[in-house]
């Protein structure tokens, strides 16, 4: 695995499979916004369902900010259209079945599981932003939160 990446860096670009089976190119979706990407272990466990249902429910917050949220794992396309559909996220879940991507980011397993880390890239692909905390999930979006705020008085 990769050393996490760290605020400054520059994303590579990537490849995946969303929870409709479209494909999802990173460079493609920096155009306008910043992106979120949360990475979460396990689709419908308990943390997760709240991590992403809170960052579902901020949508429009993060809109305010020019910022949209995405979602990986290493689940399938088909537990991500579940989990997208029973929780009504409306939000893009990618699939990264051979963990490229976490590799890519560097997030670290966390006991027996995928590590859940948030990160902000700007439009250019670089790290503006990044958390780590595999028991609190709904403390992502609060941090994000307040570093958008605080980004966005500072201009």
């Not at 689940?75 to 990618?94: I, K």
């Not at 503006?128 to 958008?148: A, C, D, E, M």
């Amino acid at each position: 695995m990769n050393s996490s990446l760290n605020i400054g860096d520059q994303v590579t670009n990537f490849t995946l499979t969303d929870q409709n089976g479209q494909t999802f190119n990173l460079a493609d979706e920096l155009i306008d916004k910043k992106l979120v990407i949360f990475f979460y272990p396990k689709d419908d466990s308990l943390v997760c369902t709240r991590q992403a249902c809170a960052f579902r429910d901020a949508y429009s917050e993060l809109e305010v900010y020019g910022a949209r949220a995405i979602g990986i794992n290493s689940g399938t396309v088909e537990s991500h259209q579940a989990f997208s559909h029973n929780r009504r996220l409306g939000m893009t879940l990618l699939s990264d079945p051979d963990a490229a991507v976490l590799n890519l980011f560097g997030v670290r397993n966390g006991l027996f599981l995928t590590g859940r880390e948030t990160f902000i890239l700007d439009q250019t692909g670089t790290v503006i932003f990044k958390y780590r905390n595999l028991f609190r999930g709904k403390s992502h979006l609060n941090k994000v939160l307040t570093f958008l705020k605080t980004t966005a008085k500072s201009k």
